[in-house]
């Protein structure tokens, strides 16, 4: 267990893209006590910073600038947090997440779209320092859902690497599907290769893999459930094998949030807006069971980290960031209240 300090960047909603937040923020977390607080490190004024990834091996962190007109913009952090570089156009409309290609060498975005324009994935070259260069490939989700309102076409909301690094995933809210790429490394350029469909109106929001890279859970916004599925490594491609309700609250409209699994591969656990809440479920054999579900420390609690055995949780609604401190049997437990945080999404530990 690490016992000296984690730095923690926080990413929020800005005036100009419908928050009150300061964009990117520092702060310090005690592995030992869960304690946050902030730092000294002015924060950066970024625009629409609702999802943060660090690069992995150059002091760099990217962001998302959710916005109609999307950009994507760089930052290095150290003794301070300075824009690296200009912001870039996302390649499209309202860019809700990104990652960073395991060779340092790729920028990962998902454009969530809007009512006009459809959802998008769009590639970046990365230059040696880290700074986003020119876009290498744009493709384009087509699609559509039975959910009124929410799936009148596409809307890619979560762009990752699987763990053998062989294919590039992308969940799409609008089209019920998760759709799988296979990067050239030298044009920079995508591949479809899969498409895996998804229960009709789940709308499929975040996926996290098992540690073994066996079984993916999604998070599913429209259906307010989890669903775990079978990876086939050799293909790219989904196989569902149980669903769960993401709450036990009743008489409330929720939408599952952010998703992430246990380092030991036992645990899995999602925040739910609009009842409030972290679920923590166990894992047995390829079956979800509800272990607990705890207050998340604020409202419409939305992106989820686990860091040194906390979870950390960014509540949007109520401003706060809140520290759960996962125990033994998978079981989150708010240890401090939590630490204001206005308009606050998504948070990332360096």
């Not at 000296?4 to 926080?10: G, H, W």
């Not at 070259?125 to 384009?140: H, K, M, N, S």
């Not at 459930?225 to 079978?230: G, I, L, M, N, S």
């Not at 030991?264 to 809440?277: E, I, L, P, S």
Request: glycine share 12%; net charge negative.
């Amino acid at each position: 267990m690490r016992t000296d300090p984690r730095t923690v960047l926080t990413g929020s909603y800005t005036q100009d893209s419908g928050g009150d937040g300061p964009g990117i923020a520092a702060l310090r977390l005690d592995p030992t006590t869960g304690r946050l607080s902030y730092d000294e490190v002015e924060p950066l004024p970024v625009s629409g910073a609702s999802f943060l990834a660090a690069h992995p091996s150059l002091p760099v962190v990217y962001s998302t600038n959710e916005t109609e007109a999307g950009t994507v913009s760089a930052l290095t952090h150290g003794t301070g947090l300075s824009p690296l570089g200009s912001p870039m156009s996302s390649g499209g409309a309202n860019p809700c997440h990104l990652t960073v290609h395991p060779d340092g060498a790729w920028l990962f975005t998902a454009n969530y779209g809007s009512d006009t324009a459809p959802g998008t994935v769009a590639v970046h070259r990365l230059g040696a320092d880290g700074r986003v260069l020119e876009p290498t490939d744009l493709v384009v989700h087509q699609g559509s859902g039975p959910v009124a309102g929410r799936q009148e076409g596409s809307h890619a909301h979560q762009v990752l690497v699987d763990p053998a690094g062989r294919f590039v995933l992308a969940t799409d809210l609008g089209a019920d599907a998760v759709l799988t790429y296979r990067l050239d490394t030298r044009a920079g350029t995508l591949e479809r290769v899969a498409v895996t469909p998804t229960a009709a109106g789940s709308g499929p929001r975040h996926l996290a893999f098992s540690p073994d890279g066996e079984l993916v859970f999604s998070a599913d916004e429209l259906s307010s459930t989890v669903t775990c599925h079978r990876y086939d490594a050799g293909t790219g491609t989904l196989t569902a094998l149980s669903s769960v309700p993401a709450t036990t609250a009743e008489g409330v409209v929720n939408q599952p949030g952010g998703i992430v699994a246990s380092p030991c591969g036992r645990f899995v656990w999602v925040t739910n807006r609009g009842a409030d809440t972290v679920a923590a479920f166990r894992l047995e054999g390829t079956t979800l069971k509800p272990l607990a579900e705890v207050p998340a420390g604020g409202a419409w609690p939305r992106g989820l980290a686990l860091v040194d055995g906390h979870l950390l949780v960014a509540n949007q609604h109520s401003g706060s960031l809140a520290v759960l401190r996962v125990l033994d049997d998978g079981t989150p437990a708010r240890p401090h209240p939590p630490l204001s945080a206005p308009s606050v999404v998504c948070a990332l530990a360096l």
